[in-house]
Every structure is written in structure tokens, then in C-alpha cells.
């Protein structure tokens, strides 16, 4: 199963059609958050099952602020991260995924990709930003996840393509 992650778009669809069409053919699709009004878009143009959640941006949204997928052994706790303080660290929502006996937790907000697997029982996630990303070069990123036929995810970092920092991490 292929999974794309993405996150903070703010209202900007060019580089989430760019990716979308990169990656497809995807299973599924999760949006952490922060769309300003595009959740339709996003679902339309993914053309698979979505999991949305609501940002700290989304004010007349009525997605939820949070969510729980489960796919195979992989159980992903998703949410934006403003209520659990990720600017400051990942503390809480790491505490939070633990306490809803998720093995992933996956969150936006900060615009800086992350992929922490220091906890054996919790990998940690962010895709970064597709329209504002604040990390070192600014490329815009996302995430794919390929659970394997054994269950096993497996996690990209990806970034497109913009100057001369482009390409992936594979973990």
C-alpha cells in the first residue's frame, strides 16, 4: 500500500497537483492539515480515500482536528500540532499517539519535514510544506509511506524539485 502525505498547502494547489501527479498511482492520502478551503480540491484531485484533518488556518472547515487510521499493524495517529505545542517539540504529541496505542504519529504546522524513529514503538512524521516550507533550502516536501505485504512500513521523504536541492531520503 502506497500512502502520500502532505501538509500545509495553505490554499495553494499548483505543487500539490505537481505531486499528485508525480506519485500517483497512491492508495491513500493523508492531509495534516492547514488546506485554507481545499479539502474538496484535494479529494478530487487524489482520487482515492483521504484522511484530512483540520489546521490551525482552517477556519470554516468541519474536518476533524484529529484522527485515527489504521492500515494492516501500522495504527497513525494524524493531526496538525498546534494543540500539542510541535513548534516547541514533540513531546506531547508523542505522549498523545502512545495513549491511543498508535505506532506513528503524523502532524504538520511547522513547515519542516521530520522523520524520528529514536522510539522503537513510535516513528514520528511530518511532511513538511508543499507551499511554504521553512526548512534549510526551503524545498517544498512530502512524505510517501509503503507499508510492504509483511505490514512493514517503510517512510520517503521527498522534495521537489526547486534550485539545486532536490531528490529523497529514503528511511
Do not use: W
Not at 505537481?18 to 492547514?34: A, R
Not at 484530512?52 to 482536528?65: A, C, P, Q, Y
Not at 508523542?94 to 522510539?119: F, M, S, W
Not at 509503503?146 to 521537489?160: K, S
Request: net charge negative; with cysteine; aromatic share 8%.
Amino acid at each position: 500500500m502506497k500512502i502520500l502525505v502532505v501538509s500545509d498547502t495553505h490554499g495553494q494547489s499548483r505543487e500539490l497537483k505537481e505531486v499528485i501527479k508525480k506519485t500517483k498511482p497512491f492508495d491513500y492520502l493523508i492531509h495534516c492539515g492547514d488546506t485554507e478551503g481545499l479539502d474538496d480540491e484535494i479529494r478530487r484531485e487524489a482520487g482515492c480515500p483521504c484522511t484530512i484533518v483540520r489546521g490551525n488556518n482552517d477556519f470554516f472547515s468541519d474536518t476533524e482536528m484529529e484522527e485515527v487510521i489504521e492500515f494492516g499493524t501500522c495504527r497513525i495517529f494524524v493531526t496538525h500540532g498546534h494543540h500539542y505545542g510541535v513548534s516547541l517539540g514533540t513531546e506531547r504529541i508523542r505522549d498523545e499517539a502512545k495513549d491511543r496505542q498508535c505506532n506513528i504519529a503524523i502532524y504538520g504546522h511547522t513547515h519542516r519535514p521530520v522523520l524520528d524513529r529514536t522510539d522503537p514503538e513510535l516513528t514520528v512524521l511530518n511532511p513538511g510544506s508543499l507551499a511554504l516550507p521553512r526548512q534549510e533550502g526551503r524545498q517544498p516536501s512530502y512524505l510517501i509511506i509503503d507499508i510492504d505485504r509483511f505490514g512493514e512500513p517503510h517512510f520517503t521523504i521527498n522534495y521537489l524539485k526547486r534550485g539545486l536541492m532536490a531528490g529523497r531520503r529514503r528511511f
